[in-house]
């Protein structure tokens, strides 16, 4: 389980989150939808241990993460898809895909490479490819995989439907699933803009609005598209009862 306890940050002099508090139980699916500059990747790279923390904290399992560095929590089995992709250009798809294991020590690397390729054929087939040489689409898929590689806990996702065609996310929607099915126990924080496609994947729904959570809601109370300008703490109560 992964919990957020009034998480404070400050970039720059700016407080960008102020109190943020969430809750990822094992095995759940969990959206965090806001519009630009919510506080959505600065949510997850306090989790991962890329930014720090003014005040709060941050726990797996019971476990306070302060402290600690983005490596190690890589290793207590953390997972990150960062908004940007970020595949090393040089390395062909499978040397992505392998890269959190070779720089964190994970076990079974090859195991959960197997359990990736079967899942993800789409990605086996692309593995000798440079990745570069992949389409945008095809490089989220790519990028999906290698937070797998390291994510057995917990899988943090940075918007891993934006750009990308609705055929593709279908096929993400139904990748994360089979993931999170097929390792037991893990869990899912997803952010996104909108709800569309945080709808189909998650079981439950934080709205982050200026850094702190506002609203907590289902996938059926929740609105079909972006974040209404009227979606307010008052409304969205009234959707969830
Ligand atoms: N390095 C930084 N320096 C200054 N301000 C920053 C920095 N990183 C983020 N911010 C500010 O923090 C706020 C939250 O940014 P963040 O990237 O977390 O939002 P987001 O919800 O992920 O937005 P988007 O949907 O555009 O990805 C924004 O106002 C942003 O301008
Ligand atoms: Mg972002």
């Not at 407080?15 to 139980?25: A, P």
Request: some cysteine; charged content about 20%.
């Amino acid at each position: 389980m992964l919990k957020v306890d009034g998480a404070t940050v400050k970039i720059a002099g700016f407080t960008i989150l102020r109190g943020l508090t969430l809750e990822v139980e094992i095995g759940r699916i969990v959206g965090l939808i806001g519009r630009n500059g919510a506080g959505k990747t600065t949510t997850l790279r306090t989790i991962m241990g890329l930014v720090d923390l003014q005040s709060g904290d941050v726990q797996l399992e019971g476990q306070s993460l302060v402290g600690l560095a983005p490596h190690v929590r890589a290793q207590r089995g953390i997972g990150y898809m960062p908004e940007d992709r970020r595949l090393i250009p040089a390395m062909t798809v499978e040397q992505n895909i392998l890269l959190p294991a070779w720089a964190r020590d994970i076990p079974n690397a090859d195991q959960r490479l197997q359990t990736i390729y079967k899942l993800m054929p789409e990605v086996k087939e692309l593995a000798s490819r440079g990745s570069t040489q992949c389409s945008g689409g095809q490089q989220k898929l790519v990028a999906l995989a290698r937070s797998f590689m390291s994510g057995s806990k917990l899988l943090l996702l940075d918007e891993p439907f934006e750009g990308v065609a609705p055929a593709l996310s279908q096929r993400l929607v139904r990748a994360v699933k089979e993931l999170a099915e097929a390792e037991q126990g893990v869990s899912v924080l997803v952010c996104e803009s909108e709800f569309k496609w945080a709808r189909l994947l998650a079981e439950k729904i934080y709205v982050i609005e200026r850094g702190e959570t506002t609203q907590e809601t289902t996938p059926a109370a929740a609105p079909a598209h972006a974040v209404p300008d009227n979606f307010t703490t008052a409304r969205a109560s009234e959707l969830t009862s």
